[in-house]
Nanobody, 113 residues
Framework: VQLQASGGGLVQPGGSLRLSCAAS????????MAWHRQAAGKQRVLVAR??????IWYADSVKGRFTISRNAKNTVSLQMNSLKPEDTAVYYC?????????WGQGTQVTVSS
């Protein structure tokens, strides 16, 4: 399985972006789908997570602004609204499939006026 993230870019504060993660193989057996982000000079952190039984978790910093969803068998998205400069980071999609972790290549999100 390969994960391909897309949808990043430059947006003004208060704007929106939608990130998508497409899998080359089926995500049918994935137990966890998630988005992480890594700001310059900082560690990669978990932003949002969706489990196969429908449980959703968000970091406090994005709660109420970001929405993770599984749109189809092979795609997971992250809708990001009311973006702030502190959301600037490289965003990575992640999948746990039969106890094996897979990472996408990352997509840059820059929030700046």
């Amino acid at each position: 399985v390969q994960l391909q993230a897309s949808g990043g870019g430059l947006v003004q504060p208060g704007g929106s972006l939608r990130l998508s993660c497409a899998a080359s193989g089926s995500l049918f057996n994935s137990s966890v789908m998630a988005w992480h982000r890594q700001a310059a000079g900082k560690q990669r952190v978990l932003v949002a997570r969706l489990t196969d039984d429908g449980e959703i978790w968000y970091a406090d910093s994005v709660k109420g602004r970001f929405t993770i969803s599984r749109n189809a068998k092979n795609t997971v998205s992250l809708q990001m609204n009311s973006l702030k400069p502190e959301d600037t980071a490289v965003y990575y999609c992640y999948a746990l499939i039969i106890n094996v972790s897979y990472w996408g290549q990352g997509t840059q999100v820059t929030v700046s006026s």
